[in-house]
């Protein structure tokens, strides 16, 4: 037997919250794609990963 | 402002819609439409992420100022029999609510459209927001019969928006999108305010029907729609255009142009004995007058991608 009772107010506000929440995950799941939409628009990118490659540093003259 | 009473008991929570509701979705569905095809018939491709996040923005920074109005005016919707059941009136929604949630959505949609976009989209979306709320709620509206001219540009800004969220700047083009809105929205909100003029006098909104009357009304509606005429064409003979916009707007000005001869023309008693019947079909006209006005500019530029525009 439940120790708690329900009231139609935690319905009315477990819909809210539920609302908040797929709200803010469809935020997160925008960034994400909108990150990959930019990071592809950009074209491959390549960076120093502690070994030394000639074809990465000559362009900075380094 | 009127003063609420502080929220009186925990019954008054409010749901998720009532908040949804605070955003004005129906006006938000013109925003999204409209900048939408100005996001797709600009001359620079988006990427279909980038694009579907600007126009989102777009459309919730149109929301968070309906928020801030509905916040503002929530005296004067109490008084009025169409906005009575909006959600501050009724209760469901506190009005410090509706302003925290259009200030951090305003803020929101500016910062979002600004990094998947440009600074320039997002500047002028925080200037659309600020147009609307300060300029149109709290300055025009309550003062002058002409507020729903200089307010009508804050609708009118989507499609430019949504031109420079692709191209990073505004053009002939764009602001002709811009100006069959700002033109349009007279006789459109005039149509409605002839056969809801009791409710705008009650709340003491100085709309032009009450300030100057029907009859001043009918003509004002009849001068901007000759005014609204030949920017259809205009855009249908520009570089975002084509046959599709010419035809469409040459035949729906003309048909707009009857509607505003037909209100000119009728007294107010005349359209008493029919319930305003023929403003009311002008009215729900203007509707579909602007979503065919688009909705042909998409037309062109689809037939334009398949090789088959004029230009």
Do not use: C
């Amino acid at each position: 037997m439940a120790i708690t009772r329900t009231h139609e107010l935690h319905k009315r506000r477990f819909g809210r919250n539920l609302g908040v929440a797929l709200t803010l995950g469809a935020f997160v799941l925008l960034v994400f794609g909108l990150t990959l939409a930019k990071l592809t628009e950009t074209g491959p990118t390549e960076g120093f990963d502690h070994t030394m490659r000639p074809s990465l540093s000559e362009g900075t003259g380094q | 402002m009127s003063e609420l009473s502080p929220s009186l008991t925990a019954e008054h929570d409010a749901e998720f819609g009532d908040y949804v509701a605070l955003l004005k979705p129906r006006v938000m569905s013109l925003v999204i439409f409209t900048a939408l095809v100005g996001l797709l018939v600009a001359p620079v491709p988006v990427h279909p992420m980038v694009g579907f996040t600007a126009i989102l923005f777009i459309a919730l920074g149109g929301g968070a100022s309906g928020a801030l109005n509905m916040w503002w005016d929530a005296d004067i919707d109490r008084i009025m029999r169409r906005t009575r059941s909006r959600p501050i009136p009724a209760g469901r929604v506190r009005a410090e609510e509706a302003l925290a949630l259009g200030l951090a959505l305003s803020a929101l949609s500016v910062v979002m459209l600004g990094l998947a976009t440009n600074l320039f989209a997002a500047a002028f979306l925080a200037f659309t927001i600020f147009f609307y709320v300060v300029i149109y709620t709290v300055w025009l509206k309550r003062w002058t019969p002409q507020n729903i001219v200089i307010g009508g540009a804050a609708g009118a800004f989507p499609p430019m928006v949504g031109w420079a969220a692709a191209t990073g700047s505004v053009s002939i083009e764009a602001v002709l999108m811009f100006l069959i809105i700002f033109m349009w929205t007279p006789p459109h909100f005039w149509s409605l305010a002839l056969f809801m003029k009791s409710d705008y006098h009650e709340a003491k909104v100085p709309m032009l029907t009450v300030t100057h009357g029907a009859d001043a009304t009918r003509r004002h509606i009849l001068i901007y729609t000759l005014l609204l005429a030949p920017v259809g064409p205009a855009l249908g003979l520009s570089s975002i255009g084509g046959p599709a916009t010419l035809s469409a707007t040459v035949i729906l000005n003309l048909l707009f142009l009857k509607g505003a001869w037909a209100i000119w023309r009728r007294s107010t008693a005349e359209a008493q004995a029919d319930e305003f019947a023929v403003e009311k079909r002008v009215f729900r006209f203007s509707l579909i007058y602007l979503f065919l006005t688009f909705g042909a500019l998409l037309l062109d530029a689809s037939l334009r991608h398949l090789g088959w525009g004029l230009v």
